[in-house]
């Protein structure tokens, strides 16, 4: 069948249209979680990427799964924050907002800055929906908005007429609306349609009415901007320059996915990956399920428990053994995960973290998991925990926890956070001759752990104290599993009373060893000063941000992030001794403060923040002026 794509031409100019170029741009699309704004503003952000800016996003989902359309609980948004430079974090002020209903508007337009541009959905500010938003009188005729440069167009209207040859039903063609104001936000900053056109028919190639409607309707909000008269002026915002290379925008449950399946290539083992769906750690499952070619098998478990006991038994099995959940998850898990440290298998846990306790803020992010991925077992119970830093950094984050699972025999935490996996960057796609290597051994026949008819010894150690990975069903290497305490060297039931010192020692010791196989902390900025910035997880870019423009003041800042947490890098200590004062940023009441200062002895200070939403540049830029 072939299917005409009629176009919406171009209207000539009437007047002439300044344009400025600015050096980054950070803008927000929002509106009712029906209004398609993660769409528009993922779209935004390709189109970004391919024009060659650098990029970093926010987006913001609803807590509730369908709140009351038009109420303050249902607003979604998405934040994209696009340079000619390299950038870190996706903005603190805005200087654009789209906002589709009066409940978007009251909920984010604390955020626009003075003299900042709102585009407004004028047709959306019913009497109805200024109620359900809590305004007494209308916000676009009262003259509250007098300190910004207001666009209001009349969305829903312009789309219907866009969208009327096609013959959609009024609530098919309201949800084109999204597209009507991406072209003209397409229009304002100069973007290109061409890419979200292409993805349109792609998307909609077996449904030709839709496909059309949504062409008419992007079309048609980018003609809007060519001839409406109300701002006659568009902005460009150059290429950055970057690296060169390929590059792809990814999120951090994209790279977390594409990591753990080159790390199961590189290590030559198939990818068993079982979990719960729980937000905002489902993408994951979502990502791998589509890689089956690779040599993944996903599992959707009935809960939690049973998740990660099929990823401990595909460990025991010789395959690299996964899941992944949020907080409420790694409290389900904690006692299987108590058996894998038992057992000392490779397994790989990645707790996505999300605002708690309970259910919490599902859709919001927080760092609040850390003391939990430590202590949060019965008995002494230690595994590595790591932290990626960013979206793309979840990949080598991915590869270095199976690297070390492997290596160690141990459980290994992934620490990323809500703000990480649904945020977007520029991701350099790295050569495949430059990855690190990933080397696992079985052995084959108790040669060198009996001799003769001396039984296989399953827990006798190597110099790392690390205990063979025996594969099940090995000729001779028959050992025994599972949840009670073990006899040094032979692996049987014990519950003698040194022994279980013992191995309790050991086995904290083998974590402490991974200490000799990691990087050292290393710092950006000064080697010693008046102020050191530590940091974990999703703080990184909005540290880093902050300490170069205390730095550019003259300020003797530094930052260091950590992104080993247990073990912590061994020079941590010496760093941290350096500095007069430490700082300590972090999206919860004081965690890696506890430990830094239970460990180091170091009398650090912490800035925390427990509200769902990720620490603003000046929020920490301030902090480090009252320091000094």
């Given at each position: 069948m072939t299917?005409?794509?009629?176009?919406?031409?171009?209207?000539?100019?009437?007047h002439?249209?300044?344009?400025?170029?600015?050096?980054a741009?950070?803008?927000?699309f929002c509106?009712?979680?029906g209004d398609g704004?993660q769409l528009?503003?993922?779209?935004?952000?390709?189109v970004?990427a391919i024009?060659?800016?650098?990029?970093s996003?926010?987006?913001?989902?609803p807590?509730?799964?369908r709140a009351?359309?038009?109420?303050?609980a249902?607003?979604s948004?998405?934040?994209?924050?696009?340079?000619?430079?390299?950038i870190?974090?996706?903005?603190?002020?805005?200087?654009?907002?789209?906002?589709m209903n009066?409940?978007?508007?009251?909920?984010?337009?604390k955020d626009?800055?003075?003299?900042?541009?709102?585009?407004?959905?004028?047709?959306?500010?019913?009497?109805s929906?200024l109620?359900?938003?809590?305004y007494?009188?209308n916000?676009?005729?009262?003259?509250?908005?007098k300190?910004?440069?207001v666009?209001?167009?009349?969305i829903?209207?312009?789309?219907?007429?866009a969208?009327a040859?096609?013959?959609?039903?009024?609530?098919?063609?309201?949800?084109?609306k999204?597209?009507?104001?991406?072209?003209?936000v397409?229009?304002?900053?100069e973007?290109p349609?061409?890419?979200?056109?292409?993805?349109?028919r792609?998307k909609f190639s077996?449904?030709?009415a839709?496909?059309?409607?949504?062409?008419?309707?992007l079309?048609a909000?980018?003609?809007y901007?060519?001839?409406?008269?109300?701002?006659p002026v568009h902005?460009?915002?150059?290429?950055?320059?970057?690296k060169p290379g390929?590059?792809?925008?990814?999120?951090?449950?994209?790279?977390?996915?594409?990591g753990?399946?080159?790390a199961a290539s590189?290590a030559?083992k198939?990818l068993v990956?079982?979990?719960?769906?729980?937000?905002p750690?489902s993408d994951?499952?979502?990502?791998?399920?589509?890689?089956?070619?690779?040599g993944?098998r996903?599992?959707?478990?009935?809960?939690?428990i049973a998740?990660?006991?099929?990823?401990?038994g595909a460990a025991?099995?010789g395959?690299?053994?996964?899941?992944a959940?949020s907080?409420?998850?790694?409290?389900?898990?904690?006692?299987?995960i108590g058996?894998?440290?038992?057992?000392?298998?490779p397994?790989?846990?990645?707790d996505?973290?999300?605002?708690?306790?309970?259910?919490?803020?599902?859709t919001?992010t927080?760092?609040?998991?850390?003391l939990?991925a430590?202590?949060g077992?019965?008995?002494e119970?230690p595994a590595v925990?790591?932290?990626?830093?960013?979206?793309?950094?979840?990949?080598?984050?991915?590869?270095?926890?199976?690297?070390?699972?492997?290596r160690?025999?141990?459980?290994?935490f992934?620490?990323?956070?809500?703000?990480?996996a649904?945020g977007?960057e520029?991701w350099?796609?790295?050569?495949?001759?430059?990855l690190p290597?990933?080397?696992?051994h079985?052995?084959?026949?108790?040669?060198?752990?009996?001799?003769?008819?001396?039984?296989f010894?399953?827990?006798?150690?190597?110099?790392r104290?690390v205990?063979?990975w025996?594969?099940?069903g090995t000729?001779g290497l028959e050992?025994?599993?599972?949840g009670?305490?073990?006899?040094?060297?032979t692996?049987?039931?014990?519950?003698?009373p040194?022994?279980?010192e013992r191995?309790?020692?050991?086995r904290?010791?083998?974590?402490?060893?991974?200490?000799?196989e990691?990087?050292?902390l290393?710092?950006?900025?000064?080697p010693?000063?008046?102020l050191l910035?530590?940091g974990?997880?999703?703080?990184?870019?909005t540290?880093?941000?902050?300490v170069q423009?205390?730095?550019r003041?003259?300020?003797?800042v530094?930052?260091a992030?950590?992104r080993?947490?247990?073990?912590?890098?061994?020079?941590?200590g010496?760093?941290?001794?350096r500095y007069?004062?430490?700082?300590?940023?972090?999206?919860?009441?004081?965690?890696?403060?506890?430990l830094?200062r239970?460990?180091y002895?170091?009398?650090?200070v912490?800035?925390?923040?427990?509200q769902g939403?990720p620490?603003?540049?000046?929020?920490?830029e301030q902090k480090i002026?009252?320091?000094?």
């Amino acid at each position: 069948m072939t299917v005409s794509h009629p176009t919406v031409e171009a209207i000539p100019r009437t007047h002439d249209v300044e344009v400025k170029e600015l050096d980054a741009v950070t803008i927000r699309f929002c509106g009712d979680s029906g209004d398609g704004m993660q769409l528009a503003g993922t779209q935004f952000t390709n189109v970004s990427a391919i024009v060659g800016n650098d990029i970093s996003t926010l987006p913001d989902f609803p807590a509730e799964i369908r709140a009351p359309a038009g109420t303050l609980a249902g607003v979604s948004g998405f934040q994209v924050h696009f340079s000619s430079h390299d950038i870190h974090t996706p903005g603190d002020q805005l200087n654009t907002l789209v906002a589709m209903n009066p409940a978007a508007l009251k909920t984010n337009l604390k955020d626009l800055e003075p003299g900042g541009i709102l585009i407004i959905n004028s047709d959306a500010f019913t009497t109805s929906d200024l109620h359900k938003a809590g305004y007494t009188s209308n916000p676009l005729e009262d003259n509250s908005l007098k300190g910004y440069r207001v666009l209001r167009i009349p969305i829903n209207t312009l789309n219907r007429e866009a969208v009327a040859p096609v013959k959609l039903s009024p609530r098919e063609a309201d949800r084109c609306k999204n597209f009507f104001a991406l072209g003209f936000v397409y229009w304002l900053y100069e973007r290109p349609l061409e890419p979200t056109l292409r993805w349109i028919r792609e998307k909609f190639s077996k449904n030709p009415a839709v496909l059309e409607a949504n062409t008419r309707s992007l079309k048609a909000g980018y003609n809007y901007g060519e001839t409406v008269e109300t701002l006659p002026v568009h902005y460009r915002v150059p290429k950055a320059h970057i690296k060169p290379g390929k590059y792809r925008k990814i999120t951090g449950n994209e790279a977390l996915a594409i990591g753990l399946v080159t790390a199961a290539s590189l290590a030559n083992k198939p990818l068993v990956y079982a979990s719960y769906p729980i937000t905002p750690a489902s993408d994951i499952l979502h990502q791998l399920a589509e890689l089956k070619r690779f040599g993944v098998r996903t599992i959707q478990a009935e809960d939690e428990i049973a998740a990660v006991g099929m990823a401990i038994g595909a460990a025991f099995g010789g395959a690299l053994g996964v899941t992944a959940t949020s907080g409420p998850g790694i409290c389900l898990k904690s006692e299987a995960i108590g058996l894998a440290v038992m057992t000392e298998l490779p397994v790989v846990i990645i707790d996505v973290q999300r605002g708690g306790p309970s259910t919490g803020l599902p859709t919001k992010t927080e760092q609040a998991d850390l003391l939990q991925a430590m202590f949060g077992r019965n008995g002494e119970c230690p595994a590595v925990v790591l932290a990626p830093r960013s979206p793309a950094d979840c990949f080598d984050v991915a590869l270095e926890a199976v690297r070390l699972a492997f290596r160690f025999m141990t459980p290994v935490f992934v620490l990323s956070d809500g703000y990480i996996a649904n945020g977007a960057e520029p991701w350099l796609i790295p050569q495949i001759d430059r990855l690190p290597s990933i080397a696992v051994h079985h052995p084959s026949s108790p040669n060198g752990n009996g001799h003769g008819d001396v039984p296989f010894l399953p827990y006798k150690r190597d110099e790392r104290l690390v205990r063979p990975w025996a594969l099940p069903g090995t000729p001779g290497l028959e050992h025994r599993i599972g949840g009670l305490e073990k006899e040094d060297i032979t692996g049987n039931v014990s519950y003698d009373p040194i022994n279980h010192e013992r191995m309790v020692r050991i086995r904290a010791q083998k974590v402490a060893n991974v200490a000799k196989e990691i990087p050292e902390l290393t710092v950006e900025g000064p080697p010693e000063g008046d102020l050191l910035v530590i940091g974990w997880g999703g703080t990184y870019g909005t540290t880093l941000t902050a300490v170069q423009r205390a730095q550019r003041k003259g300020y003797k800042v530094a930052q260091a992030h950590l992104r080993y947490l247990n073990p912590m890098p061994r020079n941590t200590g010496d760093v941290l001794r350096r500095y007069k004062k430490v700082l300590v940023p972090e999206l919860n009441s004081g965690q890696l403060l506890l430990l830094l200062r239970g460990t180091y002895l170091v009398d650090a200070v912490g800035l925390n923040k427990v509200q769902g939403r990720p620490f603003l540049v000046s929020e920490i830029e301030q902090k480090i002026e009252q320091m000094l």
